[in-house]
């Protein structure tokens, strides 16, 4: 049986549903005794290449030979039904384990939520209300995917509203949740709002990583320029999780201390991010232009050339950018 299930797995990991099939019909002539991963790892394979009537009936003879489904086997069950949007069918799965005593885990549960705050946001909210009734935690994809739901569903009171009852709870808070909230201090152009939510995550000890800074530098071209100095003056206040996003804190910072916060206006957010070379050879030449022309800072315009030609590291440009961005400031 061991053999039997190595190679369906190896079978399984390749996507060979023929193979795999075959080497379960080995099993069942030579009257093994099938253990329940094996009809779990098809089950999944079946669903996944879109073969649902062979799904169906594995499932039947699984039942016929007495193999109890586990976890798995529901999870796998609540997954494909969710998918094709028979929300119903999935539910009564979860039923069905609770008179089996099968406790569902956050991993079974995801498949139905996400298909209902794609459908329907108000179930959506009952059901993420209701995951203690099955003993389940909301983790952080939980939270956020709420939260991402109603910013795209255009509803930013009602996204800082949940911020608000997730922090009174003393639940923890993502970064992702946060740019959920900066997404709505965008969409009302409310400066209050971002100022507020930057605070914040320096209270809760949020790190900025490249999707924050990026939505952060989005904030601040959005609302007007006289409000973007407290913004810039507030996310400076944040802890970066590397050299990058540390890099960028400083050149907002920079700019905001030598009244150039227009600069940004013609920076291209996508080269904001400083994913690579090009895009912090891109961005900064955008920034300072002006400088670079007139031979100003002269100290930069090397270091971009030497960015440019490979010379130097992404990290060991971030280090002096920091160190010339100090001074200059």
Same mark, same amino acid.
């Given at each position: 049986?061991?053999?039997?299930?190595?190679?369906?797995?190896?079978?399984?990991?390749?996507?060979?549903?023929?193979?795999?099939?075959?080497?379960?019909?080995?099993?069942?002539?030579?009257? $093994?005794?099938?253990?329940? =991963?094996?009809?779990?790892?098809?089950?999944?394979?079946?669903?996944?290449?879109?073969?649902?009537?062979?799904?169906?009936?594995?499932?039947? +003879?699984?039942?016929?030979?007495?193999?109890?489904?586990?976890?798995?086997?529901?999870?796998? #069950?609540?997954?494909?039904?969710?998918?094709?949007?028979?929300?119903?069918?999935?539910?009564?799965?979860?039923?069905?384990?609770?008179?089996?005593?099968?406790? &569902?885990?956050?991993?079974?549960?995801?498949?139905?939520?996400? +298909?209902?705050?794609? +459908?329907? #946001?108000?179930?959506?909210?009952? %059901?993420?209300?209701?995951?203690? !009734?099955?003993?389940?935690? &909301?983790? $952080? @994809?939980?939270?956020?995917?709420?939260?991402?739901?109603? =910013?795209?569903? $255009?509803?930013?009171?009602?996204?800082?509203?949940?911020?608000?009852?997730?922090?009174?709870?003393?639940?923890?808070?993502?970064?992702?949740?946060? =740019?959920?909230? #900066?997404?709505?201090?965008?969409?009302?152009?409310?400066?209050?709002?971002?100022?507020?939510?930057?605070?914040?995550?320096?209270?809760?000890? *949020?790190?900025?990583? @490249?999707?924050? *800074?990026? =939505? *952060? *530098?989005?904030?601040?071209?959005?609302?007007?320029?006289?409000?973007? &100095?407290?913004?810039?003056?507030?996310?400076?206040?944040?802890?970066?999780?590397?050299?990058?996003?540390?890099?960028?804190?400083?050149?907002?910072? %920079?700019? !905001?201390? +030598?009244? !150039?916060?227009?600069?940004?206006?013609?920076?291209?957010?996508?080269?904001?991010?400083?994913?690579? &070379?090009?895009?912090?050879?891109?961005?900064?030449?955008?920034? %300072?232009?002006?400088?670079?022309?007139?031979?100003?800072?002269?100290?930069?315009?090397?270091?971009?050339?030497?960015?440019?030609?490979?010379?130097?590291?992404?990290? !060991?440009?971030?280090?002096?950018?920091?160190?010339?961005?100090?001074?200059?400031?």
């Amino acid at each position: 049986v061991a053999n039997y299930t190595e190679l369906i797995k190896r079978s399984v990991k390749v996507g060979r549903l023929q193979d795999a099939a075959s080497l379960f019909q080995e099993m069942q002539a030579n009257k $093994a005794e099938i253990p329940v =991963v094996v009809y779990n790892m098809l089950l999944s394979l079946y669903f996944k290449q879109k073969e649902d009537e062979g799904g169906y009936q594995l499932i039947q +003879t699984m039942k016929s030979s007495g193999t109890l489904p586990n976890i798995a086997t529901y999870t796998i #069950l609540v997954d494909h039904y969710a998918k094709k949007e028979d929300l119903e069918t999935a539910l009564e799965l979860l039923k069905a384990m609770k008179q089996e005593n099968l406790a &569902p885990n956050a991993t079974t549960l995801l498949p139905i939520f996400d +298909t209902l705050r794609r +459908t329907d #946001l108000e179930r959506a909210f009952q %059901f993420y209300e209701n995951l203690g !009734k099955y003993g389940v935690t &909301p983790n $952080a @994809h939980f939270s956020t995917g709420i939260l991402d739901s109603v =910013v795209k569903s $255009a509803s930013p009171q009602r996204t800082i509203d949940l911020l608000e009852a997730f922090r009174a709870k003393n639940k923890e808070l993502s970064v992702s949740m946060y =740019v959920c909230g #900066l997404m709505c201090a965008i969409k009302t152009k409310d400066a209050d709002l971002a100022c507020k939510l930057l605070g914040q995550m320096k209270e809760d000890g *949020i790190k900025v990583n @490249h999707v924050c *800074i990026s =939505v *952060i *530098i989005r904030t601040i071209k959005a609302m007007k320029a006289e409000d973007a &100095p407290r913004i810039v003056e507030a996310a400076g206040q944040l802890e970066p999780t590397d050299i990058r996003v540390k890099l960028q804190l400083h050149l907002l910072l %920079f700019l !905001k201390h +030598t009244n !150039k916060m227009n600069k940004l206006a013609n920076a291209n957010e996508h080269y904001a991010t400083l994913q690579s &070379p090009m895009h912090m050879f891109q961005f900064f030449s955008t920034i %300072f232009a002006e400088e670079i022309q007139n031979r100003q800072l002269s100290e930069l315009f090397y270091l971009l050339d030497n960015l440019k030609h490979n010379e130097i590291s992404q990290a !060991k440009f971030c280090e002096k950018m920091i160190s010339l961005l100090r001074i200059g400031g």
